[in-house]
Every structure is written in C-alpha cells, then in structure tokens.
C-alpha cells in the first residue's frame, strides 16, 4: 500500500509540474510573447473640404400689383420672353372662381382616368408628395396637395356618373370667370416661384468679399414682393465660406467637383471663380457653374463639401509604425518566417490608420496582400518570428 501511494503521489506531482509548465507556457505566449499581424489592403480616401454659403444668379423679379396671384408655371420651368406665367386676379370672388375652376378641372380628370382606385392613386400621391419635398422639387407641389385632398380628405371618386354634373358646373364657373389679368413675363429665363429679397444682389459684388462682409451682405433680405422671379442667365455662382489654408489649395481658372447637401443634394463641377481676402482663417472662394440652374433656381443657402481629389494607398494600423532617430517612418513586414523593415511614405490619417504609399510606387514589398506586423516582442529587422 506504501508503495502505491508513493506512486500515485509522484504521478500527481509530474501531471501537476506538466499543468503548471502548459500554464506557463500560455500566459508567457498570451502576455509577453505578443505577435499581432495584419493584411495589406488598398484604401482609397475623397479629401474634401466643408463650406457654406450662397448662391447667387442673374434674376429679376417679376412685381405684382398686390391683388391675388397664382403663378401658372412651375419652379424650374423654362419661360420665353412673352410667355405667361401667372394670372392676377382682382377681386376675392375672381380667385376663389379660379381655385374652383382647378379643382374641378382635376376631379374631371381623375374620375376620366381608368383602372385608378382610392387605395392606389393614394399611395402614389403620398409617395410622390414625399418625393418632391426629399428632393426639393416644388414644381407639382400644388398639384400633388390637391390630389391628396381629393382622394384622401374627400373619399377619392366613387362613380363615373358624376361626370354630367361636374362638366354642368365647370361650363357654368368658366362663364362667371371674370376679373383675370394675365402676367407675361418681360425677358426669358428660368422660372422661380420663390422670392427671398436677395435677388438684388450679383456675382460681381462677391469676387474679395470677406467671410463677415459676406453675412453682412445676406443678413437683411429687401422687401420686394411679386409673383415669382426669372433667373436670366444659365450660369450661377457659389459664394464659399473656407478655410484659408484649404481654399489656398485650390486651382483658379479650373474645374472642382463639389458635393452639395440639403435641398440640393447632388454633385457639381465647379470652377474655381477666384479665392478671397483672408479673415480669422477663412476666407470666401468663388465657385461657377452653368448646368442644373432649373434644380437651384429657388435655393440660396447651401451647404457642400468640396473634392480636392481622392488619394490611395496601403492602409496601416497606427500600432505599426515606427519612427527612427532622423524621422524616417517605417514598418515590419512578415517575410517567410523573418520580419523585414521597410520605409513608408504617409499620405495621410484616416481614424485608426494611416494611408501610406503602395510599395509598387516605392520599389518595396508593401503591396496588396502582404503580412504587417503590428505588435511584436523584441522586434528588429531578420528576427525570426515564426
């Protein structure tokens, strides 16, 4: 029996001292043999440069005479010189007249159109009401706000045989359709419902124009009034607020696409109008363009970024950079079972990384698909680490 236990008792301590080796062994591995790697990817990064301001156009106003007026062509319509554009209506009756005249006019329509149910031309008209207003577009806004009124807040139609009433009344209201004076727009141009007081206002005005002068210049909008306004020339302009240091990177006299927010959210190529004084560190940038005047005709307040330029390159953990005494920047790439130094050139900082210049430019092994060591005990250049 003593014999047995001195056994039994060797065993525990040899299966014990092989626990605690293992042990060991993994916390030495785990805690201060580390090896973190990664793989190389290629990254591409837009730079852009955020900026506000306004937007500026050729525009006359077209003034009323104060009685009721109801434009007749839509945000962004084309207009010729001569071509109506609104009717003015002289007294309270003439107007309700012609709001009924519309109305009626639509119903007939509506009820004229065949295979359209309550269910469906309502949805579609809240989807396209959603539409026009994600988008900006204002042009269908008086269209679409009947439709719903018609087929939501009224029941939608309900039999074809309301048709001999309905043209009874238009036939009788379009006979009481007295007190109506056509407006007719003086010069061609781009039509524009909305008037903000700052259609006075013209590109000349902005080219070294500072960031203040330029609030100043917007903060107290005219009182003109009138029924719409014509913007008389395709080519519109952007009054940017920049940082000085950005907008001083920018090409005069060449093209820069810029991504605007809001209202308007689209891509535009710009060209670079000219570059302001500097004040605290901004400054304004003048920005041109002659294509979508019909989208931005009723905008003047924007937002936008502008696209210096996309830069690529290996994307690289900050944890595996290294710095030399004399400043060089370098890595370690794993190659075969030693790490290898190289030199990387930094483009940029990207959050937790840094977008360094591919190898296939610099003449080193830094390519898509190589292994970068990003922590290591020890490290130096041919340390065997696997």
């Known amino acids: 029996m003593k014999r047995s236990d001195f056994f039994i008792r060797v065993i525990t301590v040899v299966l014990f001292l092989a626990v605690a080796s293992y042990i060991g062994v993994y916390v030495y591995?785990?805690?201060?043999?580390?090896?973190?790697?990664?793989?190389?990817?290629?990254?591409?990064?837009?730079e852009t440069f955020p900026a506000w301001g306004y937007i500026v156009r050729s525009e006359t106003v077209l003034t009323d005479a104060g009685a009721a007026v109801l434009p007749i062509m839509g945000d962004g319509e084309k207009v010729a010189s001569g071509q109506a554009v609104a009717v003015e209506y002289t007294s309270r009756d003439a107007l309700e007249t012609a709001s009924e005249l519309r109305a009626l006019r639509?119903?007939?329509?509506?009820?004229?159109?065949p295979?359209?149910?309550?269910?469906?031309?309502?949805?579609?008209?809240?989807?396209?009401?959603?539409?026009a207003v994600h988008s900006g577009d204002l042009s269908r806004l008086d269209e679409l706000s009947l439709n719903i009124e018609f087929y939501i807040f009224s029941g939608g139609p309900v039999q074809s045989s309301e048709l001999p009433d309905l043209y009874e009344r238009l036939e009788i209201l379009e006979r009481r359709s007295m007190g109506m004076r056509t407006i007719?727009?003086?010069v061609s141009g781009t039509f524009s419902q909305i008037i903000d007081g700052f259609e006075h206002i013209r590109p000349g005005a902005l080219s070294e124009i500072t960031p203040s002068g330029l609030e100043a210049l917007f903060r107290t909008p005219s009182t003109v009034r009138g029924v719409g306004k014509l913007v008389t020339?395709?080519?519109?302009f952007y009054a940017a607020v920049m940082d000085a240091g950005d907008a001083m990177r920018l090409p005069l006299g060449r093209h820069i696409t810029l991504q605007f927010s809001g209202a308007y959210h689209a891509q535009v190529d710009m060209l670079v109008e000219s570059v302001g004084r500097r004040e605290d560190g901004e400054c304004v940038v003048l920005f041109s363009s002659d294509r979508s005047i019909h989208e931005i005709a009723p905008l003047r307040y924007m937002r936008a970024d502008v696209i210096f330029g996309s830069v690529s390159g290996i994307r690289v953990p900050k944890e595996a950079i290294h710095?030399?005494?004399?400043?060089?920047?370098?890595?370690?790439?794993?190659?075969?079972?030693?790490?290898e130094r190289v030199n990387v050139e930094i483009l940029l900082t990207s959050g937790d990384s840094y977008l360094v210049r591919d190898g296939a430019e610099t003449g080193t092994p830094l390519r898509e698909g190589a292994t970068i060591i990003v922590k290591a005990n020890n490290l130096h250049d041919g340390k065997i680490v696997v």
Do not use: C, K
């Open 184 to 186: 007719y727009a003086p």
């Open 233 to 236: 020339e395709f080519r519109w």
């Open 323 to 339: 710095l030399d005494d004399d400043g060089t920047t370098f890595i370690y790439l794993q190659t075969g079972v030693r790490a």
């Open 106 to 113: 639509l119903r007939i329509a509506q009820l004229e159109t």
């Open 29 to 46: 591995n785990a805690v201060l043999n580390i090896y973190v790697t990664t793989t190389a990817i290629n990254f591409s990064v837009e």
């Open 115 to 131: 295979g359209v149910t309550v269910e469906s031309a309502s949805h579609d008209n809240v989807m396209a009401l959603s539409a």
